[in-house]
């Protein structure tokens, strides 16, 4: 059985998109898949699983020798498995920067198209086949979209992006100003989660000044309710570093609808990033940057001492 996965503290596309190529794999291909997940979703995932009525999949620690595998939405050797290469990689479909470091055993097929969502590529990538899919593989084929492109409000979103989602939601009949509405909705309730989770949820490894950081965005529709839990936040931040081997948290809380995002500032080595990186005077422990809201796009590659 092909496992199908894609990075660590998975978001929409990352628990999506598994789910999406698992359908291709065994109803197209007949190569039996199934998806899985490295982590538990994030709020808006697990809302996408229930409005399309799908089981969450099987979290899984780690792969074996021999395990067949399909990476997707990510290359990055420190967002999978940590023995991903002993694995049997058999193909990656992506739409980050090529990352480098993993290791296949024969020539994989490997599709990294500059494209807002991983779903994007495989919607153009199944192609005709699409017609056949049950509607739940085209709504979460939409609600990664969707997310990705924060209902095409990051610069991330390209026009093919935004034709393939409106094409899902017209087939679909669905309203994609009211869909994104639930969906921010559900993203925006992280009323359950400790603070040590929130800065966890959607996070990514970066190294800046020979420094390990951990680039942490939290997208929501109610910024004031995550700011109004600064003082917690700030305070889980070492503890969060530590626990996963990094020297530095920076978080990012992400205004959908306003179109920016506060970074909260916990040490002078973050304001000292913040200052150089967005060129604003950063003072007390917080900065806004007006029209930031990629991590892809307008925080990783700006960010410098």
């Known amino acids: 059985m092909i496992q199908v996965f894609g990075h660590k503290a998975p978001d929409t596309d990352s628990t999506g998109s598994p789910l999406i190529w698992a359908w291709y794999l065994s109803e197209v291909r007949k190569t039996p898949a199934k998806a899985v997940l490295q982590g538990t ?23 074996k020798a021999g395990d067949q595998c399909v990476i997707v939405d990510t290359n990055n050797p420190g967002e999978l498995p940590a023995s991903i290469n002993d694995a049997e990689v058999i193909e990656i479909i992506d739409h980050h920067l090529l990352a480098g470091g993993i290791k296949t055993r024969l020539p994989i ?32 084929m939409l609600t ?13 979103t390209t026009p093919h ?32 989660f ?37 003082a917690q936040l700030l305070a889980a ?6 626990e996963d081997g990094a020297d530095e948290v920076m978080l990012f809380i992400v205004d959908i609808l306003n179109e920016r995002s506060t970074l909260l500032v ?21 900065v ?7 991590r892809k796009k307008q925080i990783i590659p700006a960010l410098k001492l």
């Open 41 to 63: 979703p994030n709020t808006e995932a697990v809302w996408m699983l229930g409005k399309w009525k799908l089981d969450l999949p099987e979290v899984i620690e780690d792969v």
């Open 109 to 140: 097929n490997i599709t990294i198209r500059p494209l807002a969502c991983t779903a994007t590529i495989m919607h153009d990538l199944i192609g005709d086949d699409l017609d056949r899919a049950p509607d739940w593989v085209k709504g979460v």
């Open 144 to 156: 990664c979209i969707l997310s990705d492109t924060l209902e095409f409000r990051s610069p991330t």
């Open 161 to 192: 992006d935004r034709w393939v989602a409106e094409k899902l939601g017209a087939a679909l009949g669905v309203s994609i100003p009211e869909y994104a509405t639930e969906m921010f909705t559900a993203k925006s309730d992280v009323s359950s």
């Open 194 to 230: 400790s603070d040590a989770a929130l800065l966890k949820m959607d996070s990514k490894e970066y190294e800046l000044g020979g420094k390990q950081i951990r680039i942490s965005v939290l997208e929501t529709t109610a910024p004031q309710v995550l700011l109004d839990r600064k």
């Open 237 to 242: 931040m070492p503890g969060v570093a530590a």
């Open 266 to 286: 916990p040490n002078d080595f973050v304001r000292a990033v913040a200052a150089a990186s967005f060129g604003v005077p950063v003072e007390g422990d917080s």
């Open 288 to 294: 806004v940057l007006p029209g930031v809201v990629s």
